[in-house]
């Protein structure tokens, strides 16, 4: 396996990785009602382009956790 002729400085190992420091920012775009959503991404709504592709959640009513009636024995 190669190995490095010499050792690479903390300028030189530093540098290599500043390189890549700058972030892009992330696109966005208005939907029909006026709100910011990044483009080609399902709402938090569920809606793609006007239109309901994911039901929104609903939340079960009188569930109990599991274990029983919950009680200390």
Known sequence: ???PK???TRSRRD???SANWKL???PLSKD???RWHRPHTISA???YNGVLVRPPKTKKK???PEG???GKQ
């Open 1 to 3: 396996m190669p190995n």
């Open 6 to 8: 010499r050792k690479h």
């Open 15 to 17: 540098s290599r990785r």
């Open 24 to 26: 892009e920012a992330v």
């Open 32 to 34: 029909k009602d006026g």
């Open 45 to 47: 709504d569920g809606y």
């Open 62 to 64: 009188g569930s109990q």
């Open 68 to 70: 029983g009636e919950g």
